[in-house]
C-alpha cells in the first residue's frame, strides 16, 4: 500500500505514494506525508476525520507550559484542515460505503499533497474526490487547500462544513485560553488564543471561495460557531457530472513573530494574499521549492529506484524541520510532524542534522548555531543549580536553554512502576556536543564574525563546565567524569564513558588553543572576554585539569577501547531475536534497564560516534577493531545507530556492509514498515541519510579548516553527484567508478586545497582525479 513510484516516469524519485486506505495506519502517513517550512508543520491528517487520527499543526519555537510539574511543549494549534463533507446528508467516510480506486501522494518537487477517490455510497451512488493541499514555501505563514467533488452517477446535495477548531489539544493537555471569534463577510474567519503559560498569541485565519465548473459561486454559507470554533457550511445541489470546487487559504501568525502586530493586520495580510487565488498561491509555493531543489540537488544513480527517492525525501524533511527564518528556535527530534518528544531539542542538531546545512545551506547552520548562544544564559543556570561553573546544556531543550527533559517515562516491565528517565540528569557528552558544533560550523564556513560574538563564549564556557565537571581519583591519580550516561542509553550511571571523556577533552583543548590564539592578537574581542569571563585564570585550569583527565586507550593486542569503565566485564547473551526484530526496543519487554545495564547490549552507536567526530585521533586499525566488536552487541535500537555504522563501514572499507547499513536507514521512517514513525518523523535519522550518503560513500570530512574527499561508491551505485559549500564558495563533486570531479561554481580570489585520499590536490576551477591512483597513494 506503499509505493515508491509515480504514476509517470517523469514522476520517479520525487513521489510517495499510499495506494489503499487503510485506518490502521493512518499514523505513518501522516508523518511521512506531512508538510511545512519550518515555521509551520501541518501533519497529514485527511479532511475527514477517523479514530485514532492524529491532528497537528505546530509553529516552531512556540513553547508552552501545560503544568507546573510538566515540561514545555510545542501546542497543537488550531485545526483548519477538516472538512466536515455531506453528501445527500451522509457523512463522506472512506470506512462505509466502497472505494473503487484510491491513491494519496506526496509530490517533493512541490510539497504538494494530492488524493484523489471514487467512492461510492452505501445507496450506490458514485462521487469523484479530488483534495490538493500545501504549505507555502514562499510565504511561511500561509497554506492552501483544494476539494473537488463531481456526482457521477446522479445529482446530490452537497454539503461541506469548513472552518477553524481550537479545541485540538496535544494528548488531552489544553493550552489555550480562548480569544475571538469572527466571521467577515460570510468568507473569512478568524479565531484568537493565547498560551496559557508562555502567553504567545496565535491568530488562525482562514478564507474559503467556492466554484461549480470553475465558475466562482454567490452562495452564501452559513456561518456557526461552538466552544473555541468556527465553521462556514455550504450547502449546494450539483448535476451529475458537474464539478463543485471549495478553495481555502488560511494563515498562522504568532506574537513570537518578528513582523507581529496584531490580529486585524494578519486578517488584512490574508484578504490580500488570498486575492492570487489557490492556483496562483501555489505556483508561487512551486518557484520556490523550484529554486530548492535547483540548489541542493543530490543526484544517486543507484540500481535501486529507492536510493534517489530516499535521499530527496530526507533532503524535504530536513527543510521542513528547520527554522530557517529565526535563530531563536531549533530543531526537535521529531521536527514539526508529532507530538514526540515534544518539539525539543536534543544533540541531534548538532551531530546529525547541522552537517547538511554546514555544507548545503550555511546562512540556515549559523541560525542553528546561534540557537546554542540564544539559550546560554539557561545553560549557566543548569551548571549552577548543579554546583558547577560554566555553562551546562540541557539534554533536552526548548525556548530557555533551561533542562526540559521530563522525569518519568515508559514502564518498568519488573517493578511494573514508571522508568525514571535519568539522562536529564546525567547524559552530559551533549555539552561538548553544543561546543563540537560550533567548531565544526567555524572551520566550515569560516564565519569569524560569528566565532567573535558567539562562538568562542561558548566554547570558554563549556570547558569550564567540564573543569568543573572533573573527579579526582587519588588511586588513579587522574580526573576521571563518573556517573553518566553516554550515546549509548542502555547503560546508565556508567564512569569513563569512553565518548564523554575524550569530548571533554576535546573541548578543554580546543578552549586552551582559542584562548592562546586571541592573547596573541589582543584584539577587542579577547578583553572583552578577559574581562567578562578571566580567561587568563580559566586558561590555567583548563591546562593543569586536561593533562590528566582519563583516556580509556585502545588494548595493546585487540586494540578495543572499553566503552566504559565496566563494559567489557558485563555478561555476553544471544541477542538474535533482538538483532531481527521487526519493532525496535523490544529488548525493553524483557529486561528493565537495570538489567539492560548488566549485559554487553548497545542501543546505539557510542564509541563509534567518537570515531566520526574525532577521526584523526584514532587510527584506522583501531577503528575496524571496534567496529567490529561492537557493532554485534548494538541493536540499532535508535534511529541515530544505523547511519554511523554506515560511515563507520565506509571509513574501515566494508562498504556493501554501509551500503546495508544505509538501504535499513534509509527505511526507518519511508520504508514499509507501517508502524514506525507513528509518533513523528525521526530528524536525527533523516539527517543520517545525508551524512551516510555524503560523509559516508561521498568521503566529504573536513578536519581543522582542511576539505577532505575519501568517496567510495557501493556495488550498486554508479554516480553520485552533489553541490557543497565550503568556506564561502560552492562546488559541484561527482563520483563515478574510478574517477571524481570537483567544479568550482563560485570564483574566490585563490585556489582551494582539497585533499583526496590524503593527497593534496590545488583547485582552480575544476580538478578531476583518478581514484583508483589517489587509494593506491593513501
Avoid at 249 to 269: C, F, G, I, N, P
Avoid at 284 to 292: D, F, G, I, L
Avoid at 485 to 500: L, R
Wanted: proline share 3%; charged share 25%; net charge negative.
Amino acid at each position: 500500500m506503499i509505493d515508491y513510484k509515480g504514476l509517470s516516469a517523469l514522476d520517479d524519485g520525487w513521489v510517495i505514494a499510499e495506494t489503499e486506505f487503510d485506518a490502521r495506519f493512518l499514523g505513518k502517513f501522516e508523518t511521512i506525508f506531512c508538510q511545512g517550512n519550518g515555521y509551520l508543520g501541518l501533519r497529514a491528517a485527511t479532511e475527514e476525520t477517523y479514530p485514532g487520527e492524529r491532528r497537528n499543526l505546530f509553529v516552531a519555537g512556540a513553547f508552552n507550559r501545560f503544568a507546573n510539574q510538566e515540561v514545555t511543549e510545542l501546542p497543537n494549534a488550531a485545526d483548519m484542515v477538516q472538512l466536515d463533507i455531506r453528501l445527500n446528508g451522509k457523512p463522506f467516510h472512506l470506512e462505509k460505503g466502497k472505494i473503487h480506486s484510491y491513491r494519496r501522494e506526496l509530490d517533493l518537487r512541490q510539497g504538494e499533497l494530492r488524493r484523489d477517490i471514487l467512492w461510492e455510497d452505501e445507496h450506490g451512488d458514485q462521487f469523484k474526490l479530488s483534495f490538493r493541499r500545501f504549505v507555502s514555501l514562499q510565504d511561511r505563514h500561509l497554506m492552501g487547500m483544494r476539494v473537488e467533488i463531481t456526482p457521477l452517477s446522479k445529482a446530490a446535495e452537497i454539503s461541506i462544513s469548513s472552518g477553524i477548531n481550537g479545541q485540538m489539544t496535544n494528548s488531552g493537555a489544553q493550552h489555550f485560553i480562548e480569544g475571538e471569534r469572527r466571521v467577515f463577510d460570510k468568507e473569512l474567519l478568524q479565531l484568537t488564543a493565547t498560551t496559557t503559560e508562555s502567553n504567545i498569541e496565535f491568530v488562525h485565519t482562514c478564507v474559503h471561495q467556492i466554484y461549480e465548473e470553475g465558475v466562482r459561486l454567490t452562495t452564501a454559507p452559513t456561518p456557526s460557531m461552538d466552544r473555541r470554533k468556527v465553521t462556514l457550511t455550504y450547502k449546494l445541489k450539483a448535476e451529475v457530472g458537474r464539478c463543485i470546487t471549495l478553495d481555502k487559504v488560511a494563515s498562522v501568525h504568532t506574537s513570537l513573530d518578528k513582523e507581529w502586530r496584531d490580529q486585524d493586520t494578519a486578517r488584512e495580510y490574508l484578504s490580500k494574499t488570498a486575492e492570487k487565488g489557490f492556483d496562483g498561491l501555489f505556483n508561487e509555493n512551486e518557484q520556490a521549492w523550484k529554486s530548492v531543489w535547483a540548489r541542493t540537488n543530490i543526484e544517486i544513480k543507484s540500481s535501486d529506484d529507492f536510493d534517489q527517492l530516499a535521499i530527496r525525501f530526507a533532503q524535504y524533511h530536513l527543510l521542513l524541520m528547520t527554522p530557517a527564518h529565526d535563530s531563536r528556535f531549533s530543531v526537535g527530534a521529531k521536527g514539526l510532524t508529532g507530538e514526540g518528544y515534544k518539539g525539543h531539542v536534543f544533540w541531534d542538531t548538532e551531530i546529525f542534522i547541522l552537517p547538511y546545512f554546514l555544507y548545503m545551506e550555511p546562512q540556515t547552520a549559523r541560525k542553528l548555531v546561534k540557537y546554542r548562544y540564544h539559550t546560554l544564559k539557561g545553560a549557566r543556570k543548569n551548571a549552577r543549580d548543579k554546583g558547577y561553573r560554566g555553562a551546562m546544556y540541557p539534554w533536552e531543550s526548548a525556548a530557555t536553554g533551561e533542562e526540559e527533559t521530563p522525569e518519568w517515562g515508559p514502564v518498568d516491565v519488573v517493578t511494573g512502576t514508571p522508568t525514571y528517565i535519568w539522562t536529564g540528569k546525567i547524559e552530559q557528552h551533549i555539552t561538548a556536543d553544543v561546543a563540537y558544533g560550533v567548531w565544526h560550523y567555524y572551520q566550515v564556513t569560516g564565519d569569524q564574525e560569528y566565532m567573535d560574538r558567539y562562538g568562542y563564549e561558548i566554547i570558554f564556557e563549556t570547558a569550564t563546565f567540564w573543569a568543573s565537571r572533573l573527579e579526582w581519583s587519588d588511586k588513579e591519580q587522574k580526573y576521571h567524569i563518573c556517573d553518566v550516561i553516554g550515546p549509548d542509553e542502555y547503560k546508565e550511571h556508567v564512569s569513563n564513558n569512553a565518548f564523554t571523556n575524550y569530548m571533554a577533552y576535546w573541548n578543554m583543548t580546543k578552549a586552551i588553543e582559542c584562548t592562546h590564539k586571541l592573547m596573541q592578537v589582543q584584539s577587542d574581542v579577547y578583553l572583552t572576554l578577559e574581562s567578562q569571563l578571566a580567561l587568563s585564570e580559566r586558561l590555567k585550569e583548563w591546562e593543569d585539569k586536561s593533562k590528566l583527565i582519563y583516556l580509556p586507550q585502545p588494548d595493546m593486542h585487540s586494540l578495543i577501547i572499553p566503552q566504559d569503565d565496566t563494559y567489557l566485564n558485563k555478561q555476553v547473551i544471544d541477542l538474535e531475536k533482538y538483532r531481527n526484530q521487526e519493532q525496535v526496543a523490544s529488548i525493553l519487554a524483557d529486561y528493565s534497564m537495570t538489567q539492560l545495564s548488566e549485559i554487553q547490549v548497545s542501543k546505539q552507536a557510542d564509541i563509534l560516534v567518537l570515531f566520526y567526530l574525532l577521526e584523526d585521533w584514532f587510527s584506522k586499525e583501531t577503528k575496524a577493531a571496534n567496529w567490529h566488536y561492537y557493532e554485534p552487541k548494538t541493536l540499532h535500537d535508535s534511529s541515530l545507530s544505523l547511519s554511523t555504522h554506515s560511515m563507520l563501514a565506509s571509513d574501515v572499507n566494508e562498504v556493501e556492509l554501509a551500503y546495508d547499513m544505509f538501504a535499513k536507514a534509509a527505511r526507518i521512517d519511508l520504508g514499509t514498515n507501517m508502524h514506525s514513525c507513528d509518533e513523528g518523523i525521526h530528524t536525527a535519522s533523516i539527517g543520517g541519510i545525508w551524512k551516510a550518503t555524503i560523509m559516508g560513500f561521498g568521503g566529504v570530512r573536513s578536519w581543522e579548516g582542511k576539505l577532505r574527499l575519501n568517496p567510495k561508491l557501493p556495488q550498486a551505485w554508479e554516480r553520485l553527484s552533489f553541490p557543497l559549500a565550503w568556506q564561502g564558495e560552492r562546488l559541484q563533486v561527482t563520483v563515478t567508478r574510478g574517477k571524481l570531479e570537483v567544479e568550482r561554481l563560485t570564483s574566490g580570489l585563490g585556489e582551494l586545497t582539497l585533499l583526496i585520499h590524503g593527497r593534496e590536490y590545488m583547485l582552480k576551477d575544476r580538478i578531476v582525479a583518478d581514484l583508483e591512483e589517489a587509494e593506491r597513494s593513501e
